[in-house]
């Protein structure tokens, strides 16, 4: 496989693979085990690189959420948008974002999918309309209705996916938007990736209602909850959500009840969650609980596993030797597209 | 035809007016184009602007919005990403404080952060300035805060002219760009000339040619400034320049400055505050591109570093005046 | 082999203090295990090994403070012998260093003190701030470091690096920039402009009075003080016996005229029997020593063209060129040791000729002898250059700045010239000007020209 076939579409499966039905399930689990595995071990780089002094700045991992990116990305055509937050390694990654693009973009490398100017926390690629990674917690949902909104006025059938943690429902952003979009109809398909903290802060030490879904469905949008560890419940979820978005019913919600397995920021002291804790959502690990569902349902063994994880390694591998022959972007250019140059000469 | 269309120029508009119809010829001429924001369809926009825009051309593509100002300007930045060109307007300036994230952190940014991947071709208009009793939330010019930003124009519109041609360019930006109309303006009437067309965005304006000293102003303030020269002149012989900055981010270095080399002398006018303001901003690239050309220290007629007050006189007193205008240009003269 | 070395676990972590290792030597350990726990700025954090195998060696002890990417531990991969003892490196020197804080660290250095040879009285054998300080001898006077320096230290230097004198209050001044340092009087106030306006017009400020706010001189003094009767000008000429400072001075001078003025220059071959002559009638009347040289007539001659035409006798400044009320002639002299300088025979279109000798005569002795007043030296409005004695028939000069016009007189000389049809040998001079197109055009040089020979063909009336 190569890096840039990522999203598996069903229609696609179905009409390319010469197997029975059952065969094109098998098919179709593994390459979301494959991807979700190519997730895990690529942000494992990441801590080493980040040890190693070789990325810096603020770097959000996604390790124990990877069913949340592989899951939601099944349900999205190459012409939907997608907006997500700053721990959006994944989402990247899901979307078929080349893993050396992202390697170098953390680098610094003018190879990276921002040039090496937004780092870890700003990856973006317009074209896969991939429209960023947002810093600003919340800051990413008005955009995304405004791509929304765009396409509701050419008539475009198309949906704008937008990912954002349970922090960002608390700020006013997440309301004035999810307002907005049932009030004109916006298609709009609303994640939110509730790993149960916002930053170092409970679900409960921040929120009064912590039902989000209930809060999204008051402003009259659909809104319903999904196993965010199972990969196949959120894709489940996000097919037949997208669906309807496409069909012109208007915004959806989406909350996936997740968990990060890591610190929030590279590392931190975790003095807000109990170790038991995360041992015990550690055994919801979304990749053993899809190899396990296939070693009974699929008749996947170790050795198909071991033969997954040399595939990834060899991709990751060849993909960071590229990175790090990126070149750094000269600082000549550095007031380059602080406005957008004028046509020929970019 | 020819003949009914001079006698139609001819007509005397207003500021207002000249703004709408700019926007009428932007909504005409291009199908990307839309206006959205509070109150500007049915009501026909706060200040009345946008009177009559949503009968011409529809709910869709003259919007009111929910009052949710970063929703809005955000939303309007997404339009403007996925290709539209979105004209929003924010009541006013103080308004625009909630919407500061999506202007900043968005507009401005992307593009850059994204490595040259996302243009932001949005107009985003707004009501600034003080001088109609409505205190301290509606009032102020913040204009120097947005110039302050590296990736959008910032825009004062100051004469009939600039109201009426400065919106297409503007459009035509595939960056974004912030249009500030001082609320006195509105009602500012005149005959447009005939062979007035689509402003340079990066020009300043000399309104006022003169040889003693360089009045230099914008937005609102360009009225007082110009009556002060005219009373420098009758009154103490002294022939004052008058400059529009007009664009207020780029700044027109050349012709501030050229006009200081002529003159050697500069008054900087500015609704603004005085601490860390535009026209602070101003005074430095005098000192720093024409400092052996001066003659005498740089003037600033600022507003006074208070909320601005609802009592008439005091409002008044908080505001750069002509008498203001005059004494420092006296002073710098000698 | 692998080292498993301080991770950087922050965006500004520079640092790490191993708080505890969670593994010992021999221990079998897996890629991902939390093997120690290391304290940053924030708070303590267990870190993991990123391979698997044995760990062969710690390196760092609990409580050391060690840069980020120092090797805290040697771990054997899985499936390798452990390499002999001997051939592993010796630790890095940062594990031998005692632990401390960064501010320990830094009072150390400030005050020469050796880590190794400090005892660590604090926990885990931390040096502590006391033990620094209790080692470190008393603290050296302020001055001691300025003392110690030799005091021939500028002598040191090669010549063409700055010289340095500790001043008064022990603090280095640099006086490479500053040539001859003179005491200034207290600084003038004035506008940027004045200062500009001043330094091209070459005139000091102190003597002008000053119209602006605090009695700041401003650019309209400045233009007063260049129309008044006599601006006190700054010495444009070094002092005799400083050659080279007056060869850089002239080089200036002449450097600026030619990058600044657009020069045009004209020509014409004036008759001077009618002058001769009348010399010649006149010095029969006159004792040796009173007798009229051909230089006087013709210095007369040039200062009353001036005044005939004044568009080149003045100043330009600022753009824009002034008439000056009186013609100060300048005249060029020639010194012996070389150089130039201009001095002005003032009011000279209004002297007699006696006096106009003998000012000449009397200008050129002080000029060579180095005693020229300021106002001399500095206020001609428009210049006379004569190279007649050097044997050169014709000179085209660079004008002086600000002036705006320089007059060439060549050597007298013998040509056959025709006269009313009719040829015979007469005594004819070689006049030119260089002028200023800023200022003037040829039309107005030719009119000088032409007023000068008109002027010279009735010498009694000068």
Redesign the interface.
Known sequence: MTPGKKTVEPAASRTRTRVSGEGARTAHRQAMLREMLRIRRFEERCVELYSAGDIRGFVHLCIGEEAVSVGVHQALAPEDAVVTTYREHGHALARGVPAEAVFAEMLGRVTGCSRGRGGSMHLFDVSRRFYGGHGIVAGGLPVAAGLALADRMRGLERVTCCLFGDGAVAEGEFHETANLAALWDLPLLLVCENNLYAMGTALSREHAQTDLAARAASYGMAAWEADGMDVLAVEQAARRAARAVRDGAGPHFLELRTYRFRAHSMYDPDRYRDKAEVERWKQRDPITLLATRMRGEDGMDDADLEALEREVAAELDAALEQARQGAAEPVEDLLRYVRTPPEGTS | MTKARAAHQAEPVTYREAMREAMREALAGDERVFLMGEDVGRYGGAFGVSLGLVEEFGPQRVRDTPLSESGFVGAGIGAAIAGLRPIVEVMTVNFSLLALDQILNNAATLLHMSGGQVSVPLVIRMTTGAGRQLAAQHSHSLEGWYAHIPGIRVLAPATLEDARYMLAPALADPDPVIIFEHGSLYNLSGVLPPDAGPVDLDSAAVRRPGSDISLITSGGSLGKTLEAAEQLAADHHVDAEVVDLRTLRPLDDATVIGSVRRTHRAVIVDEGWRTGGLSAEVAARITEHAFYDLDAPVERVCGAEVPVPYAAQLEQAALPQVPGIVAAARRAVG | MAEF?M?????DMTEGTLVEWLVHPGDQVHK?DIIAVVD?A????E??C?ESGVVERLLVEPDATVP??TALAVITPAGKQPVAQAEQPAAPPAALTPAMTPLVRHLAEERGVDLAAVHGSGPGGRVTRADVLATSPPRAHPKGREARRPSTRAAEHAPEQPQRVPSAAGVERDTSAAGPHRPTAARVRA??????LAAEADIELAGIDG???GGAV???DVRAALRGPSPVRKPQVAAPGRPEAMRRAIGDLMARSKREIPHYYLSTTIDLAAATGWLREQNRRLPVTERLVPAALLLKAAARAAREVPQLNGFFIEGSFAAAPEVHLGVAVSLRGGGLVAPAIHHAADLPLPELMARLRDLVARARAGRLRGSEATDPTITVTSLGDHGVEAVFGVIYPPQVALVGLGKVVERPWAVDGLLGVRPVVTATLSADHRASDGATGARYLAALERLLQKPEEL
Not at chain 3, 42 to 45: E, F, N
């Open positions: 070395t991770p950087a676990l922050g965006a991902g940053t924030k708070a303590a954090i870190v993991e990123f980020v990417g506008t940027p402009l004045a200062r500009r119209t602006g706010s401003r650019a309209a």
